[in-house]
């Protein structure tokens, strides 16, 4: 089980912040009386999964793993806590991540490093590191992440799990503590894609606690999954085929999709132009939202408070001792973009882009279903290899970042491996398209 799991590799991995094994047994137990009273269960009930730091369950710390937050337990279950809880899901722990979900290493982190079972001397991806090695290391069976710019999908693509970042807005972003509103979106990372859509079931769906929740009902994701590719066009945008590429990981990528090809589906080559642009664009509209989110944490309402004499050195001390170096940088770089004199140069300019990238998507969609790419241009890196060049580190979401802009779905699938690291698949959709991501991805595994 996975409890015995954990305590034999946890030492190691170090997937969990906190554990909640005492509630977690008790969840267990009342499935149990369930069925013992022979009551019917949901598919999730009593299955273990972990939840990453930054979503709120009552009662039990949340701390974004950052210092700030670092004693925080919310009074209320973030909107997919609830669902889980009442498909009477069992929640073993809050797993690792980058702080306040800024990274792609978990190297950001305020408390530990999270080590890739795969290769223990690599990182897990980020910034859901936590919650993809747990899973990878049997420490869940199911876990939720929080995808701003591919932090569901990279460390599903290095852990050789599925990840799915959902259509923006079709699961509640309430209790998910905010990096960027506009592009942040819940999602699972599990083994395999029924098991993605058997979260998808527990977790999706509109909640008017969320002002950009979608109000459209809510399809039985596993009823679609063995539909097959047959009649599927899948396009292949030459721009995430770049040079930067790691050649066995552009192979697993072309492998994957011919295999999908002979399974029935259609190739075809498309360009999506404005795609060079999406790697600035992304760092400049996340920095913008994430500097006003995280205004909030001043050292009075919320979390750490550091020392001062007057109110002004009171928060200055509070967010400088309470944010890690990351998390200041982008505070920095967002106040920056938004201030009254390069509003218009960047942060404006960035929105104008995102429409544009949007508007290439749409253009593709009009021709194919889906859109094949490689989730990552390279596999695992080595603990500390990157994390004192946050531009090289920033590179990682090339392939990512441009899905959350566009607000579409997308599935990170394991397509192999190279040098005993997995490489990802990943598989974007229209919006709401997460049934025709499913089926393609049941299809190819
Ligand atoms: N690595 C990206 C970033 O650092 C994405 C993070 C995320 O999706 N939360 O912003």
Redesign the pocket.
Same mark, same amino acid.
């Given at each position: 089980d996975v409890f015995s799991r954990i305590d034999s590799v946890e030492s190691t991995v170090k997937a969990y912040i906190t554990e909640t094994r005492e509630s977690a047994l008790n969840q267990a137990a009342a499935v149990d009386g369930k069925l013992a009273r022979g009551e019917s269960i949901a598919p999730l009930a009593g299955i273990p999964g972990a939840l990453k730091d930054n979503i709120c369950v009552k009662g039990a710390k949340t701390t974004c793993a950052s210092k700030m937050l670092a004693n925080f337990v919310p009074p209320y279950d973030a909107t997919v806590t609830a669902k889980l809880l009442s498909a009477d899901a069992v929640i073993v722990g809050k797993s690792n991540l &980058?702080e306040f979900?800024?990274?792609?290493s978990t190297e950001n982190s305020a408390f530990f490093v999270t080590r890739n079972p795969w290769d223990t001397n690599t990182v897990p991806g980020? !910034? !859901?590191g936590g919650s993809a090695a747990a899973v990878a290391a049997g420490e869940a069976i199911w876990a939720l992440g929080? &995808? #701003?710019?591919? !932090?569901?999908r990279?460390p599903a693509a290095y852990c050789g799990l599925v990840g799915l970042k959902p259509t923006y807005g079709l699961v509640s972003r309430y209790g998910l503590v905010a990096?960027?509103s506009s592009?942040?979106q819940i999602g699972s990372i599990t083994r395999d894609v029924t098991d993605c859509a058997l979260v998808m079931n527990a977790i999706a769906g509109y909640d008017a606690k969320d002002s950009t929740s979608i109000n459209a009902a809510v399809p039985d994701y596993t009823a679609a999954l063995a539909g097959g590719v047959k009649g599927l066009t899948i396009g292949l945008p030459r721009e995430y085929f770049g040079a930067g590429m790691d050649s066995a990981v552009r192979q697993a990528v072309e492998t994957a999709v011919k295999q999908l090809e002979s399974a029935g589906a259609t190739v075809k080559e498309v360009s999506m132009p404005n795609t060079e642009y999406a790697l600035s664009t =992304? =760092?400049l509209i996340?920095t913008a939202e994430a500097s006003s989110n995280l205004a909030r944490f001043d050292g009075v309402s919320y979390g750490f408070r550091g020392e001062g004499n007057d109110i002004v050195s009171m928060y200055k001390n509070s967010r400088t001792q309470g944010f890690g170096d990351e998390v200041l940088r982008r505070i920095m770089l967002g106040t920056y973009a938004l201030s009254s004199g390069y509003y218009d140069a960047y942060y404006m300019k960035a929105l104008k882009v995102r429409t544009l990238i949007k508007q290439d998507f749409d253009r593709a969609f009009a021709d194919v279903d889906i859109l094949a790419t490689p989730t990552t241009p390279r596999t695992a890196f080595r603990i500390g290899e990157k994390v004192n060049d946050p531009f090289t580190?920033?590179l990682?979401?090339v392939c #990512?970042?441009p899905i959350?802009l566009a607000g579409v779905p997308a599935l990170s699938l394991p397509c192999g491996f190279t040098g005993g690291l997995p490489i990802g698949l990943q598989l974007i959709g229209r919006p709401l398209g997460e049934e025709t991501l499913l089926r393609a991805g049941y299809a190819y595994e």
């Open positions: &980058d979900a800024m990274g792609s980020g !910034s !859901s929080s &995808d #701003t710019g591919g !932090s569901i990279q990096y960027a592009l942040d =992304y =760092y996340a580190m920033y990682e979401d #990512t970042v959350n």
